[in-house]
Structure formats: structure tokens, C-alpha cells
């Protein structure tokens, strides 16, 4: 704490002196634009629960490095992020608790990009394809959601990358930095009439902190925004990544204190990664009939994984898909909503032993996985007065899970299982001149994804008979809005939630690194969160997120004990200054120790971070405008693990993360 103490005073002998000349007054209005996550009528200014929403002006897009979400996201109150330092497991997102379970992927959370679902039906979602420097805005919904998107509805992350029509018609940038980074991406946009279309391409290559943790990713995407007549539109489309990277493991605590920057032995000899092909498009129609905003959408995502690890090595084939429809309508003091939604997914997985990071002879595992959802849901929002408004919803969800068994030597494994859920919430918002405050009660599901289901502990096929959904119940009270007169903006929750049938994670000396789920009793979930920002003038702003929490085990064999993964303090703070289109910013990022195994006999030590950025918010040159920038991280080198692998076997819970790093770059823009 004596270096956030310190760095607090810095900012401050920074800050009090420009506020004898600071002349511009900050106007703080809720915005009245939808709250796309929530799927609902809620504005802003009206949802009744914690929502974040992360706007990212074209400057910031054109001087961000984009190599993680975990760098982009980190200011959002409720949201953790653990940085792997590698790309073969992809980033650890974690709101309020959810998620954090997951080995690889997300879990617990829905995530959505430009409307179609990263989410499977099973509840397991990878960002692979997600291309940071593309993303526009961003929202988290910090509260179970299930009412909205039903299954792993833990929160909401909703990310947009459809560019403004007004944004230049080409834009080039490179990047480089420490650890063999190197990043190039091009971006174009062009108007036809009345319609848009956008493309991007990128490439992005690091040769990683730690031995064996080389990554590379080549991501594309098109996009169109189509105005068929004067109340239709529709919105196309395409993303696609390939990936291919090196896994270098977990270590122990000793490991990592004795020499970070080395890989796991077992999946250095076993050469493990990760090589794989996703790619998803959608349709989105909008269409303003005399009855209400109707909205249907229809998605189709193709997933190849090539995936040897030291157990085995996994070989899955994904075909999914999805539509929804739904029909919204205010009017006076009335709001209504109602939708359908249909998803389906298709894995044909099958395991072999591993051969010098290939796929050996021996079949171990081969079956077809598919997943069949269906749901219906209802929201009513009712101003009761001038300031005061109510909502209530419900929804509906049918999930079915079934295996068909190719691999019969052990027997015939296939079988199904059917999981359904009641998701009602409850909310109620109160406007004052520039600050909304709000109450609601929520809830959420989370089934047993597809890969939980089938690792076993007694390492049979099929799936697990004994695992059931988790169930959470989330009561929250918040405010978000401005002090005009301290020229001061806020969004402050304050939130419990009750878990019941915890999944929890664990790994056996039989199953090696392969990790195992069982349902372990109930969870108590406390927290609060505050996200302050300051803008005494246009050239100047400081801002501040914490995110306190005390989340515990209350039943079963681990009573009291905390839910590891998850840091039970977090402080982000950021100063900007900027002098005409110059700028330079310096933040900080306090993440306090954590466990790191449910029984809460080893902890992640807490760690403080100093970043500093700096660059020019566009030079012109002729026709061209040169936006230059440079960011360093971790500037006073500590020494810390940017994430865990929950409960691991042999004690190798620990990623270490790098040291001091620095990446520059340059956009130019036509």
C-alpha cells in the first residue's frame, strides 16, 4: 500500500496545481442511447442494475496497442482479467465471482461481438476472434443476466466494433515492442448511398516472456450496415482468426520465484499449443413497425481446434448456430419486450495420445457432442412517476446436452441430459436531475459446459452424471451519474449474490493437468464498486476504479473459506494531460494477494503495477494524418504472476507475467 499512498501523492502535486487555471465546467447528462447488453427498452438514464459502458473515441483506438483485452478493459469496475502472458489459453474474465472457474475460455459470462454470441449454448466462450484495435465500445451488465441471454448469464460483455460513417476511408498501423511483438493492421471503410461497409485485416506475433509461449494470430473481418427503406435496416457481419501458439504451463511457486521465464517441463516436452480456425458471421435485421422495434438476428460460427497437451491431444470439429427475434415498444409510461431465442451447437471431439506435439495413434476418445437451447422471455418497464420507474421480467430456458459414443471399447457411453431454468428479475430506478440510482433483484444459470461434462474423474467417456447447473441470485443497490458542480462523474454498486451447486475446478495426480468439476455447496458474494472520473478541463483528466469484494464458500466441506481466482481488492487510477494533441498519461494498478486453490492453503502474492503512454493525436502530412505513440508497461519491473490456474495439480498454480515492456507505433490515416 506505501507505493499506492506514494503515487496518490504524486498525482495529486500534478493534479492541484491546474485547478487554479482549469476554466471549462464538466456537463454531465445520462445518455439516452440503448443498453444493447440488456437486450431491453433501458437506456442509461433508465436500466435499473450496474452497467459499465466503455466508449473509445477514434484516438484512443488509433494510440491503444491492442494486443489484449485485459489492457483495454481493466478500468471497467466489477471486471478482472487475468493476463496469461501467452495466447494459447486466451484471457480469464471474471465479473463479481463468475467465471472465475475457467482453465481456458470465459465461463460464467456472456459475451457477445456486434451481436453475435462468442458465448456457445453450452456456456463456454472464446475471444479468439475478438480484434482489439477494432472495438469501438464496450459494455458490461455486472449483475446475473440470465433474463437477457439466459444460460452462464453470470454478466454481460458486450463489444462493438462498427465504425462511425465519418472515420477515414483507410488506415494503416505497425506496431513493435520487447518480446518480439509485432503487430500490423489495415482498416477501410466506404459509403455507397446509403450504405456502409468497413474491413480490417491484422497480424499480430510475439515470441512471449517464457520459453515455449510463442503466439501468433491473423485475424479479418467485414462489415456492412445496409438502409433497406426508411424503417429497415440490416446490419451483416464476418469475422474470422486463425491462431497458432505455443502453451507453456503453469509452475509452481517455487518454479516461479527460481526462474519465471520457464515453461512447465511436461508441456515443454510434449511441445503443447494451440492451432485453430473460428470464424462467425451474423445478419441483424431492424425493422420499425406500427407495433414496436422488431429485431431478428440469425448466426453461424464454424470452430477448428488442434490442440496437443500432455494428456492428450484434442481434436475438435464446431459447427453452431443461433437465431433470435424479439419485439420492443415504449410508449408513455409504458415499455414492453418480448423475444425467443434458439441455439445450437455440434462438436465432433475426439482425443489421441501426444507425439512430439502432434496427435499419436492411439484414438482415446470419440464422440459427437450437441447442444439444443431454446428460451422465450418478457420485460415490462412502468414509469410510476415523474422519477420513479419499475421493471419486471421473466424468461424461460430449455437446454439439452447429448453424446453419441464412436468409441466403444469401454463400453457404449451416449446419453443425454436435460437442464431447464426460471429467470426472473426485478428492478426499480429513480432519477434525480444528474444522478440515477437503482435497486433490483436478479438471477442467473450456468450449466455444466460440454468440455466439463466430459472430463471425467474417473477418466471413462460420456458425461458426467453426477454434475448439475449452478444457480445465482443477485441483489444490488448503485448510482451512476455526475456532480457538475465537481465536475465529477461516478457509477458506484453496491451488490450480494447467493450461489448455490458452486462448480468448482480441481485436478488429480491420475488426470495430470487435465481438469475435473464437481458441484461444492453454496457461495456468499459481497462486493462494491466505484468508478470515478474527473475532468476539470478538456486537457485534463484523472480517473479511479476499485473493486472490493468478499466472496466465500458456506457450506460443504469448505465453510468459509474464499473463492480463489479472484483478487479481493483492485485499484486501477489514471492521470491524462494533454497539451493541444499532445498527450501523455501515467496509471497504476494495485491488485491485492489472492488464493489460488479452494482449500486457501496458497496465495498469489498482491503486486503493483506503473504504466506510462504517450503520443500525438494526428499530424497532418498532405492528405495523411500520422497519429505516433508509445506505451510502457510495468515501468518499475516488478516481478508477479498476471494469472493462475485454479486448484492445479502438483501445486503449479502460477503464469508468471513480464517485466517491463515497451511496445510504439504508428497509424496513418487517408
Known amino acids: 500500500m506505501r507505493t499506492v499512498v506514494l503515487c496518490c501523492v504524486v498525482c495529486a502535486a500534478v493534479l492541484i496545481p491546474t485547478v487554479a487555471w482549469a476554466q471549462d465546467t464538466l456537463e454531465v447528462t445520462l445518455p439516452e442511447i440503448e443498453i444493447a447488453a440488456s437486450r431491453a427498452t433501458e437506456t442509461e438514464a433508465t436500466a435499473p442494475f450496474a452497467v459499465s459502458v466503455l466508449r473509445r473515441p477514434a484516438r484512443a483506438i488509433a494510440t491503444s496497442p491492442g494486443v489484449t483485452l485485459e489492457r483495454l478493459l481493466r478500468t471497467l469496475p466489477g471486471a478482472w482479467l487475468g493476463d496469461r502472458s501467452h495466447f494459447a489459453l486466451g484471457e480469464r474474465l471474471v465479473v463479481r465471482g463468475m467465471g472465475w472457474r475457467a482453465p481456458f475460455g470465459v465461463r460464467g459470462v456472456q459475451v457477445l461481438l456486434d451481436g453475435v454470441p462468442l458465448t456457445m449454448p453450452d456456456g463456454q466462450a472464446i475471444l479468439d476472434v475478438v480484434e482489439p484495435t477494432t472495438l469501438r465500445q464496450a459494455e458490461l451488465l455486472r449483475g446475473p443476466a440470465s433474463l437477457f441471454w439466459g444460460n452462464a448469464s453470470g454478466g454481460v460483455l458486450f463489444l462493438s466494433s462498427m465504425p462511425p460513417e465519418t472515420v477515414p476511408a483507410l488506415r494503416l498501423r505497425a506496431m513493435g515492442g520487447s518480446l518480439g511483438l509485432e503487430q500490423v493492421v489495415a482498416k477501410g471503410s466506404a459509403a455507397f448511398g446509403n450504405h456502409h461497409l468497413s474491413g480490417y485485416a491484422s497480424s499480430i506475433q510475439r515470441d512471449g516472456y517464457r520459453q515455449h509461449s510463442t503466439g501468433r494470430f491473423v485475424r479479418s473481418g467485414v462489415q456492412g450496415r445496409f438502409t433497406l427503406g426508411p424503417r429497415t435496416t440490416l446490419h451483416a457481419t464476418t469475422a474470422l482468426s486463425h491462431q497458432d501458439a505455443e502453451h507453456p504451463g503453469?509452475?509452481?511457486?517455487?518454479?516461479a520465484a527460481a526462474d519465471p521465464q520457464q515453461a512447465n517441463p511436461s508441456f515443454a516436452d510434449a511441445d503443447a499449443g494451440k492451432e485453430s480456425l473460428h470464424v462467425q458471421t451474423g445478419l441483424t435485421l431492424r425493422h420499425a413497425s406500427s407495433v414496436g422495434l422488431l429485431t431478428a438476428t440469425a448466426y453461424g460460427v464454424r470452430r477448428r481446434l488442434d490442440n496437443p497437451l500432455p494428456f492428450a491431444t484434442i481434436d475438435l470439429n464446431r459447427w453452431a448456430g443461433g437465431a433470435r427475434v424479439q419485439l420492443q415498444q415504449r410508449s408513455g409510461r409504458l415499455g414492453w419486450n418480448v423475444g425467443v431465442d434458439a441455439g445450437w451447437q455440434d462438436d465432433d471431439r475426439r482425443n489421441f495420445d501426444t507425439v512430439d506435439g502432434a496427435a499419436g495413434d492411439e484414438l482415446r476418445l470419440d464422440q459427437q457432442e450437441t447442444v439444443s437451447a431454446l428460451a422465450a422471455f418478457g420485460y415490462l418497464t412502468l414509469q410510476l412517476t415523474e422519477r420513479l420507474e419499475a421493471s419486471l421480467g421473466l424468461r424461460g430456458d430449455r437446454l439439452r446436452v447429448a453424446l453419441d459414443d464412436a468409441l466403444l471399447v469401454n463400453g457404449d457411453q451416449s446419453g443425454d441430459r436435460t437442464f431447464t431454468a426460471w429467470s426472473p428479475a426485478l428492478g426499480l430506478?429513480?432519477?434525480?436531475?444528474?444522478l440515477l440510482l437503482f435497486a433490483n433483484l436478479?438471477?442467473?444459470?450456468?450449466?455444466p459446459t460440454t468440455t466439463e461434462l466430459v472430463n471425467?474423474?474417473?477418466?471413462d467417456g460420456g458425461f458426467n452424471p453426477t454434475l448439475d447447473p449452478?444457480?445465482?441470485?443477485?441483489?444490488?443497490?448503485?448510482?451512476?451519474?455526475?456532480?457538475?458542480?465537481?465536475?465529477?462523474?461516478?457509477?458506484i454498486a453496491l451488490f450480494r449474490l447467493?450461489?448455490?451447486?458452486?462448480?468448482?475446478?480441481?485436478q488429480t495426480d491420475a488426470g495430470g493437468s487435465r481438469t475435473f468439476f464437481r458441484n461444492a455447496g453454496e457461495n456468499v458474494h459481497d462486493g462494491v464498486e466505484v468508478a470515478l472520473t474527473w475532468s476539470p478541463t478538456t486537457a485534463l483528466e484523472a480517473s479511479v476504479t476499485y473493486t472490493g469484494s468478499r466472496f466465500a464458500f458456506t457450506d460443504d466441506a469448505l465453510d468459509g473459506n474464499r473463492v480463489p481466482g479472484v483478487p479481493p481488492h483492485r485499484l486501477v487510477a489514471e492521470v491524462r494531460r494533454s497539451y493541444r494533441a499532445l498527450f501523455v498519461a501515467i496509471g497504476i494498478e494495485r491488485v491485492a494477494a489472492y488464493y489460488v486453490d479452494a482449500d486457501n492453503t496458497q496465495q498469489n502474492d498482491g503486486y503493483t503495477l506503473i504504466g506510462l503512454r504517450a503520443g500525438h493525436e494526428g499530424i497532418a502530412v498532405g492528405r495523411a494524418t500520422l497519429v505516433p505513440f508509445v506505451h510502457v508497461d510495468n515501468l518499475l519491473d516488478t516481478t508477479y504472476n498476471g494469472s493462475i490456474v485454479v486448484?492445479?495439480?502438483f501445486g503449479r498454480y502460477y503464469e508468471p507475467a513480464p517485466g517491463r515492456t515497451v511496445k510504439a507505433g504508428l497509424q496513418v490515416a487517408f
Request: no cysteine.
Open 429 to 434: 430506478s429513480y432519477r434525480l436531475p444528474t
Open 647 to 649: 486448484n492445479a495439480s
Open 250 to 255: 503453469s509452475l509452481t511457486g517455487d518454479e
Open 470 to 491: 449452478q444457480r445465482t441470485w443477485g441483489l444490488e443497490v448503485g448510482a451512476r451519474g455526475g456532480i457538475p458542480s465537481a465536475d465529477l462523474t461516478l457509477d
Open 456 to 459: 471425467r474423474p474417473d477418466l
Open 498 to 506: 447467493y450461489v448455490r451447486d458452486r462448480l468448482v475446478p480441481f
Open 442 to 447: 436478479s438471477s442467473a444459470f450456468e450449466t
